[in-house]
């Protein structure tokens, strides 16, 4: 399965793609909304890891562009959660 990490964060996209190669998945990565988007219309994905919070173009805009052109990804968004936020929920 082919797989598009979508992930600012450099070591953690690095310690998610060795996990997922480990287990057998074709893994390239974007650290930026920009190259994720250029990637995803060159090579069918079967699934983008995509995070919220990525320079450029904001994960919600990149989701919002594979939605809207129909590409055959299925997206998987991640995001990182404000403490704060996760006290008021608990």
Do not use: W
């Amino acid at each position: 399965m082919r797989v598009l990490l979508v992930e600012d964060d450099v070591p953690l996209a690095d310690a998610v793609t060795r996990a997922l190669r480990r287990e057998r998945f074709a893994v390239d990565v974007a650290h930026d909304g920009d190259t994720a988007l250029a990637k995803i219309y060159v090579v069918d994905y079967e699934i983008v890891v995509l995070d919220r919070g990525l320079p450029g173009l904001h994960g919600d805009a990149v989701c919002e562009r594979i939605v809207h052109d129909r590409q055959p990804s299925r997206i998987l968004m991640l995001t990182a959660s404000d403490n704060e936020v996760i006290q008021k929920l608990s």
